[in-house]
């Protein structure tokens, strides 16, 4: 029987180790963690003293990014834009504290940051609750449905801040496993590229992940459910007509808006406005855009497609 209120993932920070990351890397160093495939999921701490890659907390071999909690994260890629090996994929997998109970509404939530180093982002990231331990043997996609995943057009591409995704479903019963990654294959995984002189040589998209939470209280695991931990897009309406954006505001509230084609490039940026912007997109040439909204505090990213 579940205790009310308690997160069933042990070791949710990753704190616990039964060794520093150094000579031997990786996430089974983490106690009670694993892969769940043959892709390597990595493990940081800031115990790291040396080794043949540097795993330390803050600054490590992809990028720099302080824990969330305590001094310990993991690592994995979601994504290797390469043609071979195609769909590489990396999770991290533990056994809960006790099966989830059939019937029962559970929370779930986790944080991720985008790791500084990478040239790709995406939006498809989530969890799937499993009944049995998964060791698949290879480096594929997991093909399964998570019961949560990040929200589409939500494109995970905050290197500074730690982003919360979150949800809850009704468990069927039975599920004792967590497992977090993504569990598309390269051609239904949706992706942006963040490419600069400075991050070519890590063609991926690479999450650190801390602070995992299973509860059947949603406070525990960081509050209400079912609203994007940015909350931004309910704050903002983003319409098309004709060839006229209009990115409009109901808080009066300064905001920054950004223009980006698929690719990344940066086309146009409006700095300071108040509720409303209007943007001719004529010049443009037909495709996917990426509309980028923020404030002081949060970020949130909408796909718009410009016919001709």
Not at 54 to 71: H, K
Not at 73 to 84: F, P, Q
Not at 253 to 269: E, R, V
Request: proline share 3%; charged share 15%.
């Amino acid at each position: 029987m579940t205790v009310g209120g308690q997160n069933l993932v042990p070791n949710p920070s990753f704190e616990e180790y039964s060794s520093c990351p150094g000579q031997t890397i990786g996430i089974q160093l983490a106690n009670g963690w694993s892969d769940a495939n043959t892709g390597t999921a990595d493990y940081y701490n800031s115990c790291y003293t040396t080794g043949f890659v540097n795993m330390d907390v803050p600054n490590n071999f992809i990028g720099s990014q302080t824990a969330l909690s305590g001094v310990a994260y993991a690592g994995i890629i979601a994504y290797e834009k390469s043609t071979t090996p195609l769909h590489y994929r990396e999770y991290v997998q533990t056994e809960l504290s006790s099966p989830l109970i059939g019937g029962t509404e559970y929370f779930v939530s986790f944080n991720l940051a985008h790791a500084d180093s990478c040239c790709f982002t995406t939006d498809d990231i989530g969890v799937f609750l499993s009944t049995t331990m998964i060791n698949e043997s290879n480096y594929l996609n997991i093909n399964s449905n998570p019961q949560i995943a990040n929200f589409e057009d939500n494109f995970l591409n905050d290197n500074t801040n730690w982003v919360q995704i979150k949800g809850s479903f009704i468990a069927t019963g039975g599920e004792e496993f967590i497992v977090l990654g993504n569990f598309k294959d390269d051609y239904s995984t949706d992706t942006l590229s963040v490419c600069t002189s400075s991050n070519l040589d890590f063609m991926s998209a690479y999450y650190y992940i801390d602070d995992v939470c299973v509860s059947t209280d949603s406070l525990t695991c960081a509050g209400t459910v079912g609203i994007p931990s940015n909350s931004l897009e309910y704050l903002y309406d983003i319409i098309l007509n004709n060839h006229m954006l209009i990115i409009e505001s109901n808080q009066n509230a300064a905001f920054n808006a950004s223009i980006y084609d698929i690719t990344g490039k940066l086309h146009h940026q409006f700095v300071n406005q108040q509720n409303l912007v209007l943007y001719n997109t004529s010049h443009l040439n037909s495709g996917i855009y990426l509309i980028t909204i923020s404030n002081e505090l949060e970020r949130f990213t909408k796909k718009i497609f410009i016919h001709p």
